[in-house]
Every structure is written in structure tokens, then in C-alpha cells.
């Protein structure tokens, strides 16, 4: 198995310090499914992941002048659980009209 040093910081100021101190042997991971096999696989060599899981302010949802502001690491289901909570106007895009070759998994693309 590939040898990394691994950190999970709690705020951005602490993830931005982390990428300006390690720079371009960094990779990003929220969740990491797909990465964590490129790395099995050695397809890829970080020597350095960054977890965005402990990051909290990732995981708002807000809403100002008549938009919903989602985090990065805002969840499907957390999108689900916010439906219809707004101006019944605002209509959420799912995973239907996710671009050719997609962004989604398969297993999330079945539960949108």
C-alpha cells in the first residue's frame, strides 16, 4: 500500500495552509471512493491526502435573495430533506441531466 501522510483539518483556514504548505503532491478527497482505487491500483502517488469530511461549514445550506447556497460537501439526501422547505418556486436539478460520462456514481444516479 502507498505511503501518505493523511490530515483532516476542521476549518478552511487550517485545509488553505495545507495546500499552500504541500502544494502540487496534494490531493483533495471528500469521500475518496474513486481515488482511494486509483491509489490501490498505483495510478496515482499522493503524498499527501486532505480529508474536507471535518470541515462543517462544507456541509451549509443557506438561503439569501432568493437562492439556496449549498456547501461542496452537501449531501443528495440532505438536498432531499430541504426540498419544498423554500419558495416552491425554486425547482433542485438531479442527477438526470448529469453530462455524458457524469459526475455521479451509479449507485447515486439510482437515487435521484
Known sequence: MARFDYFE????DELFDLLARYGEDTRV??????????????????GVLISLD??????????KDNEIILGA??????????HGRFDPSLEF??????????FLSRAVRKCS
Open 93 to 102: 436539478t438531479w442527477g438526470t441531466r448529469n453530462p455524458p460520462g457524469g
Open 29 to 46: 478527497i471528500a469521500g475518496g471512493q474513486s481515488l482511494l482505487i486509483m491509489i490501490r491500483q498505483g495510478l496515482v502517488r499522493p
Open 54 to 63: 471535518k470541515i462543517s461549514s462544507l456541509r451549509q445550506i443557506s438561503y
Open 9 to 12: 483539518p476542521d476549518h478552511l
Open 73 to 82: 460537501m452537501v449531501t443528495l439526501g440532505a438536498c432531499a430533506l430541504i
